[in-house]
């Protein structure tokens, strides 16, 4: 379906124009953005019947005239809001989305916060394959994985809310999936805050779980997990995946990663599902949770995982990004794994790879 998109379908006109546009992508971001936070696209929504003046917004708000109406004007071309008399504003169905649509939200959030000025190295980032626009965000070091807990606000907010964002809408139907097998112990690796765990915890009475990841990330973990009085039942194990010799819990039937391949280059992948497989025994089944471009039901879909790769390209490590299914696919049977099955939009976006060791 998403290959229809994927031509060079555009007549000469549509082409000039659309990439005369590209040009302006950043600005236009900003403007869009300034307008949500200052609340003017929120007054041309409140008064969206009758259109609002410039000039009325100006005293509402108490901003300049000036920025007002250039706001306002570059909203026209953006999309966001249209002329319903003369120089009267009203908001269009886009600047709705702006207003409303949370997954806007976060992903603005999440691109002015974390991406914006680190984007500003991608070409080094791209050259070297390395974070090179991780310091933007205050981080002197190759990845941004051992930092997440502390990282300084809005980073923070904003890394977390978007992480969460879609991890946490796949995670009921998740829950169904994964359960259908009754596991009893599960590796929740790269279990982040807990929330995976938790939700298992509190769907079957039974599972006990280990979340596998790094140091500091576990310790913000067992604070929730200790709040919520499930420490006898939700374990930790501290360890870096790339390293060669991290141990495996041996009696695990489930392994669940969510969100969490992506973090790596296909190297990298290469050596943590060979490990896993190494370590597992032979009937254990492996859920690999994630996000896969090509797997997207719509355009936009696609188009933000792409964005997203480039936040792993310049933040994140400089190596991994949001996959195409084919090369994760790849990797898993060249290790001596097998798809078993292959279930498309958990929650809207997640793709579930059930795994086994090849007989
Ligand atoms: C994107 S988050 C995954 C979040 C969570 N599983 C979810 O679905 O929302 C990636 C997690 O992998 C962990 N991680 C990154 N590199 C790691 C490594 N080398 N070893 C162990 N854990 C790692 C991070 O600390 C983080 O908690």
């Known amino acids: 379906m998403l290959k229809e998109y994927y031509k060079d379908n555009l007549d000469a ?30 007054e041309v929504y409140k008064k969206r019947r009758k259109g609002i003046s410039p000039k009325e917004i100006v005293e509402i708000l108490d901003l300049p005239y000036y920025g007002v109406n250039t706001l ?45 000025k680190a984007l500003f190295h991608l070409e080094e980032s791209i050259r070297t394959e390395s974070a090179a626009g991780l310091k933007e965000i205050g981080i002197n ?13 809005p980073y923070k907010k904003s890394w977390f809310d978007f992480d969460h964002y879609y991890s946490d809408r796949a995670f009921p139907e998740a829950l169904k999936i994964v359960f259908k097998d009754k596991p009893k112990h599960m590796l929740d690796i790269g279990g982040n805050t807990g929330k995976w765990s938790i939700a ?10 280990t979340i596998v990841d790094l140091g500091a990330q576990w310790n913000a ?36 990663m969510s969100q969490f391949l992506d973090c790596f280059s296909e190297p990298q992948i290469e050596h943590i599902l060979t490990n896993i497989n190494n370590k597992m025994h032979k009937d254990t ?20 995982l ?20 084919r090369d994760m696919i790849k990797i898993i049977n060249k290790v001596g794994l097998e798809v078993v099955e292959d279930i498309d939009e958990v929650g809207e976006f997640h793709t579930i790879l059930k795994c086994r060791r090849k007989k």
């Open 13 to 42: 006109y549509e082409a000039k124009s659309e990439i005369q546009k590209l040009s302006f992508y950043p600005m236009m971001f900003q403007s869009a953005r300034v307008m949500f936070t200052t609340g003017i696209l929120n």
């Open 306 to 325: 792409h964005g997203t790769s480039l936040y792993f390209t310049t933040v994140a490590n400089g190596n991994s990004k949001m996959y195409h299914s």
């Open 200 to 209: 298992c915890c509190n769907h079957d009475a039974d599972v006990k779980m």
């Open 72 to 116: 306002l004007e570059t909203g026209l071309t953006i999309g966001l809001v249209y002329l319903k008399g003369e120089n009267l504003y009203s908001i269009t169905k886009m600047g709705f989305h702006l207003l409303f649509d949370e997954a806007t939200r976060v992903n603005m959030n999440f691109t002015h916060d974390v991406c914006y």
């Open 141 to 153: 070091d190759k990845t941004i994985y051992p930092h997440l807990s502390e990282l300084e606000e």
């Open 221 to 256: 973990a067992q604070e929730n997990i200790k709040n919520l009085g499930l420490e006898n039942r939700i374990f930790g194990k501290v360890g870096d995946v790339l390293s060669h010799d991290l141990e495996l819990p041996q009696d695990a039937d489930a392994i669940w």
């Open 285 to 304: 089944t492996i859920y690999i949770q994630d996000l896969f471009w090509d797997r997207q039901k719509d355009f936009a879909a696609a188009y933000s």
